[in-house]
């Protein structure tokens, strides 16, 4: 049956990349899940989204996952794509293509669960939702988590987004309202339930798909939605990504608490290198105010929210579990995200 597969790929903005997408009709199978395999490549002009010169431009889509498409409904679907050369070989904008390689040199061996934490700010033209036309709103206190016309401010866009995720298939765990006003949180990543994957490439795609369906929905309600990790200066909250990551060892009771601690120094020596692969303007946020660390500083603890790497409470009483990276900001690529922890943490080289 014909549908409109709604094709989605990262463009070559500097110095975050954005979402772009076009659509297409195509014969699609009724008696089964949707394979990208199932869909054709298709190519685009490269000049036009910072990833070729014009004279050289046309550059390749290559499906990768498939979910469905909760707003167009009726069996159409959101196809994310890879960007390939016209070689065959990933573009340099292809940060999913460097986390699979790392995968394939062995991270996977160790089953590597991934979870991300994606605060972001919803705008009404200059202004995030809540904010007064000329000056401030109420200091930072009873926002987060919070209930009521005085405290929330946006949540019919959240749960449009929230239900269409989960129409979707993007393995969405929670969200909640932030801790300044008009910013929100949602979580993807693994959730305990039954045959349900949580590996890197699984859950950064659907973090790029839940992503798209901001902005898209954003379309909808006249709201843009910033990712900036700073988006008001002054006595605010910045937005993070902050990451969840575990492997088979730190999950184990009996191996997990070495097996974090040895993760957590590894990860103390390539401090610098991190920060660099974690966002643009990162500085701004990660101030040592509003529930960060430093950028120039490095320090782990258990359930302390003012360090680079968090052990949760229940990780350190139970013996094993994950760790959270607290660095990451809200603009971060998962991608990138998860090939640093990966090459860092399994103490892989890079290429």
């Not at 076009?22 to 394979?35: A, F, G, M």
């Not at 959730?191 to 950064?204: H, I, M, N, Y």
Request: charged share 25%; proline share 6%; glycine share 10%.
């Amino acid at each position: 049956m014909q549908r409109l597969a709604e094709y989605i790929w990262l463009d070559g903005a500097k110095p975050t990349q954005q979402l772009r997408s076009k659509s297409r009709v195509v014969e699609l199978p009724q008696d089964r899940n949707v394979d990208p395999n199932d869909l054709p490549e298709w190519g685009f002009d490269g000049s036009s989204t910072y990833q070729a010169k014009g004279d050289d431009s046309d550059l390749t889509l290559i499906p990768v996952r498939v979910l469905l498409d909760p707003i167009r409904k009726g069996g159409n679907v959101l196809v994310l794509c890879e960007v390939m050369n016209p070689d065959g070989t990933a573009h340099s904008t292809n940060t999913r293509a460097e986390l699979r390689k790392v995968l394939d040199e062995g991270a996977s061996e160790q089953e590597p669960w991934f979870g991300f934490e994606q605060e972001y700010t919803l705008f009404k033209n200059r202004s995030p939702l809540g904010w007064p036309k000329d000056g401030f709103p109420a200091p930072q206190g009873p926002y987060y988590c919070g209930v009521g016309t005085n405290n929330v401010y946006g949540r019919k866009f959240v749960e449009a987004h929230t239900f269409a995720c989960l129409e979707a298939g993007i393995m969405l765990y929670g969200i909640n309202a932030e801790v300044m006003p008009g910013q929100w949180e949602f979580q993807v990543g693994h959730r305990g339930f039954k045959d349900e994957a949580g590996d890197p490439l699984t859950v950064a795609d659907h973090m790029w798909m839940a992503r798209y369906l901001l902005n898209r929905i954003g379309e909808e309600y006249d709201i843009t939605v910033s990712l900036d990790p700073k988006p008001m200066k002054g006595d605010w909250n910045g937005a993070g990504n902050h990451t969840n990551f575990s492997t088979r060892d730190m999950r184990d009771p009996v191996t997990g608490i070495a097996t974090i601690d040895a993760a957590v120094e590894r990860l103390s020596t390539t401090h610098e290198a991190h920060i660099a692969q974690y966002g643009a303007n990162l500085a701004e946020r990660l101030t040592g105010q509003h529930e960060t660390c430093s950028i120039t500083e490095f320090k782990a603890g258990v359930a302390n929210r003012n360090a680079s790497i968090r052990i949760p409470r229940h990780v350190s009483t139970l013996g094993g579990g994950y760790l959270e990276d607290r660095r990451p900001g809200a603009n971060s690529d998962p991608y990138v995200v998860s090939t640093s922890i990966l090459r860092t943490v399994l103490a892989m080289q890079s290429a």
